[in-house]
Nanobody, 122 residues
């Protein structure tokens, strides 16, 4: 089993930056990809970005493309999400997730972290 712990959320002004980290432990070799999702109040959880664990293929939601960058640190078994040019609409709880099976890395995630709050003030 894979365990995920997010960190790095907080309050930032519009136009600012934050970096989220997701530390993975356990059977990390069984993960095909790690991804970030977010859920704003009253909205469904949505895909943000993902990266395959071994090859490093990435995918981004259109709403964050060019502003957010996902990367992995193999030595630390961690995945980070660098968020730049943040806007109030980026306010949400951000979740790290692990996908165990192959396939499109926007879907079918099996294991979830507890989430970290990101608030962007205008």
């Amino acid at each position: 089993q894979v365990q995920l712990v997010e960190s790095g959320g907080g309050l930032v002004q519009a136009g600012g930056s934050l970096r989220l980290s997701c530390a993975a432990s356990g059977r990390t070799y069984s993960s095909y990809a790690l991804g970030w999702f977010r859920q704003a109040p009253g909205k469904e959880r949505e895909f943000v970005a993902a990266i395959t664990w071994f090859i490093g293929i990435t995918d981004y939601a259109d709403s964050v493309k060019g502003r957010f960058t996902i990367s992995r640190d193999d030595a630390k078994n961690a995945v980070s999400l660098q968020m730049n040019s943040l806007a109030p609409e980026d306010t949400a709880v951000y979740y790290c997730a692990a996908k165990l099976g192959a396939g499109p890395i926007r879907y079918a995630y099996n294991i979830w972290g507890q989430g970290t709050q990101v608030t962007v003030s205008s």
